[in-house]
Structure formats: structure tokens, C-alpha cells
């Protein structure tokens, strides 16, 4: 399943959609208070614009200081209906951010595991692509998706987990049709005289790498099946590989299992997202000093959710070496964000890390504390 470094570009990607939702919400509590001191059509006594006009300005501007800056009004200077519209403002966001945070957290479990199941989708997509060749070719006998085919724990956890393809015919038509008919690595597989189990097992990996992983009528299927198709391409011809690399030796495939690897890998993934969240400011608070000649809402959105991953990483993931955390933060920074982003987010860390190792807010187990030395 996903390693440490996918889980972290989900949790990245996770955290950097939910900052988008509480902008999109913030706006949205603006609009609230601009309703809230919007003239009453159907009144029929005078409305004072001019006064509901200030009232709404003031009203506003105090609400994005309180939201972007932490900046307070004193209540017992305002006048009562800012009082009353900023309240009904506050429990507004609140309750919006609050619901956005509970579908991201299950989301971005749903999405880590979607590669498990593209991954048996594909596994299932071999033995319907040997039916397609029945009575015309050597792909329906290839002994790889025969196995395939044949395997109980396949078709268990295929059934389990609601996957199969009886209602895409017409995109197995197109994998046919524009991949793997008249494909020159098929027609030599199918001009060999006697193949062999290594013939078998070389033609049906030449599938899943350049078939299913590259050519444009799979990439358009799985782009809407998940948004992270792209990113997931490489785990999963690794899964898919593992499952049946030993078939020469064995004649049998290896189905992946959700096993208890992936259950640790799912609790990282949800207190990941969910301290980064919670731990926001106690982290704000730790990264401002070190950003002397920024600020913080100037900075990339991608480098400050990836700043804000690292120091809740160092702060609350005790068996995971400070080197493991700086070093796979830069590393997810040089393909997600700018040129100069690994360079920027190195310094910035390195003087964060010596800083809270200082003040013992480090404090590392096993291999992280020998790494941390």
C-alpha cells in the first residue's frame, strides 16, 4: 500500500484543499454579515443606508482582523448589533470549518485507500483483457491471467470491496480496440512458437507498465476514478509487479491485502491531518520567529502547509527520525512547490529543529533518537 512519503503528499494535499474550504468559508461568513446589515426591502419605516453601510464596513473588517490576524475588538465598545452580527458571524465559520475538517478526515482515508482499489481493479482488468482475445489470440491463455483469473483471494476481496468491471464494457472495448489491437509487442508475443512462462509473465508486466499505467484511453478512465492517479501510478505498478514477479517459480499470484501495515500507516495518516490541524497556532507560534523577512501569508501556500507538516512531524511523531522528517519535506517541496522552496524550507527547519531541541520539545524514541544526535 501507500508508503511514508505518499501518505505525507496526501496528508499535504489533504491540509492545502482544507486551507481552500476556510477561505472559501470565510468569504462566505462575510456575506453573512453583508446580509445581516443589507436594507429591509419590505420595511416600511426609513432605513438609515449610511448608517447600515458603516455598521457593515466596521462589522467586516473587525471579523477578517479576528479570522487572518487573531486580532480581538473590545465588546464593550461596539455597538450592539456588530456585537450580535459578529457573533452569528463566528458560530457561522466555525460550524462550516468544523464540517469541512470531519469530510476531509475521512476523505483523505478514502482517497489512500482507493489505491488499494484501483489496484485490484487492475488485477481484475488483465483476466477481462485474455477474454477479449479468446479464439484470436495467446492472451487468453497466458498462464499469468489465468492465475489471475483463478484466484479465490482475488475474487474474495474483489466481492468484498464491491470491484468489478460488468458495467464498463464499453472502456474494456476501447483498451482492446485502441491499445492492444495491432500493438507490435503483442504480435510478437502471439508470433511465438513455443512460449514460455517467462514469455507469459514478460507480456503481462508490458501491459501493466505501458498499457494500463501510460496509454491515454486507461489514463483518462482512472483520472476520474481518483485525482491522484498521477501520483499513485508508481505505488501501484509496484504493487502489481510484486503480485506476480514470482509466478515463474511459483505459477501462482500474490494478493495484496488492507493488512495491519496499512492500518498503522492509516492512524498516521489521520493524526497527521488532524494535529496539524488542532496544533495550528502552539505550531504558528513555533515558525514566525524563524521567518524573519516573511510574512506568513506571503509565503507559498504549499511551503506553509509543508512548514506547519514538518513541525507538527518533530513535535508529536516520536519514532520518526528528525532526518526522515526534514529531509522527506524537502523532498515532496521540490516536486509540489517552487524552484527555490527545498532551500527555503531547509533553512527554515534547520533552525526550527535546533531551537526546539534546545528547549526539549524533541524528544525522540528508538532509531529517532540516535538520529536526532
Not at 9 to 29: D, H, P
Not at 47 to 54: H, I, S, V
Not at 217 to 238: A, G, Q
Not at 348 to 356: A, F, H
Request: net charge negative; proline share 2%; aromatic share 10%.
Amino acid at each position: 500500500m501507500l508508503n511514508r512519503r505518499l501518505i505525507r503528499i496526501r496528508v499535504m494535499q489533504t491540509l492545502y484543499a482544507f486551507e481552500k474550504s476556510k477561505g472559501a468559508n470565510f468569504q462566505l461568513a462575510q456575506d453573512v454579515i453583508a446580509e445581516s446589515f443589507a436594507p429591509d426591502l419590505n420595511s416600511m419605516e426609513k432605513q438609515d443606508r449610511n448608517k447600515l453601510t458603516g455598521l457593515l464596513k466596521l462589522t467586516q473588517s473587525l471579523f477578517s482582523d479576528e479570522v487572518n490576524a487573531g486580532v480581538f475588538p473590545s465588546d464593550e465598545t461596539l455597538p450592539a448589533e456588530v456585537k450580535s452580527v459578529l457573533g452569528k458571524a463566528r458560530e457561522y465559520l466555525k460550524l462550516k470549518n468544523k464540517k469541512d475538517f470531519d469530510f476531509y478526515a475521512i476523505q483523505s482515508v478514502l482517497d489512500a485507500e482507493k489505491v488499494y482499489d484501483i489496484y485490484l481493479y487492475l488485477l481484475n482488468l488483465l483476466s477481462e483483457i485474455g477474454h477479449k482475445f479468446e479464439g484470436t489470440g495467446k492472451l487468453a491463455t497466458n498462464k499469468v491471467i489465468l492465475a489471475i483469473r483463478n484466484s479465490k483471494d482475488l475474487e474474495h476481496l474483489s466481492l468484498k470491496r464491491s470491484i468489478n468491471w460488468e458495467n464498463e464494457r464499453i472502456f474494456i472495448n476501447r483498451v482492446y480496440n485502441e491499445a492492444l489491437k495491432g500493438n507490435a509487442h503483442l504480435e510478437e508475443y502471439e508470433a511465438i512458437v513455443n512460449r514460455t512462462t517467462e514469455d507469459d509473465l514478460a507480456i503481462v508486466k508490458y501491459i501493466i507498465k505501458n498499457i494500463f499505467l501510460k496509454h491515454e484511453v486507461c489514463s483518462e478512465f482512472f483520472e476520474k476514478m481518483s485525482i491522484f492517479w498521477v501520483e499513485d501510478k508508481e505505488i501501484l505498478r509496484t504493487m502489481l509487479f510484486h503480485s506476480i514477479n514470482d509466478f515463474v517459480e511459483t505459477e501462482g499470484i500474490v494478493v495484496e491485502k488492507l493488512d495491519e501495515v496499512w492500518e498503522e500507516s492509516k492512524e498516521f495518516l489521520k493524526s497527521f491531518f488532524k494535529l496539524t490541524v488542532s496544533e495550528e497556532k502552539e505550531i504558528l507560534s513555533i515558525l514566525v520567529p524563524f521567518l524573519k523577512n516573511w510574512e506568513i501569508e506571503r509565503i507559498i501556500e504549499t511551503d506553509r502547509v509543508l512548514l506547519k507538516m514538518a513541525v507538527c512531524e518533530l513535535m508529536h511523531f516520536p519514532s520518526i527520525p528528525v532526518k526522515v522528517t526534514i529531509n522527506e519535506i524537502i523532498e515532496i517541496s521540490k516536486n509540489y512547490s517552487s524552484a527555490k522552496s527545498g532551500q527555503f524550507i531547509n533553512g527554515i527547519l534547520d533552525s526550527v529543529n535546533k531551537d526546539l531541541t534546545s528547549r526539549g520539545l524533541i524528544k525522540k524514541t528508538g532509531r529517532g533518537m540516535l538520529d536526532n544526535k
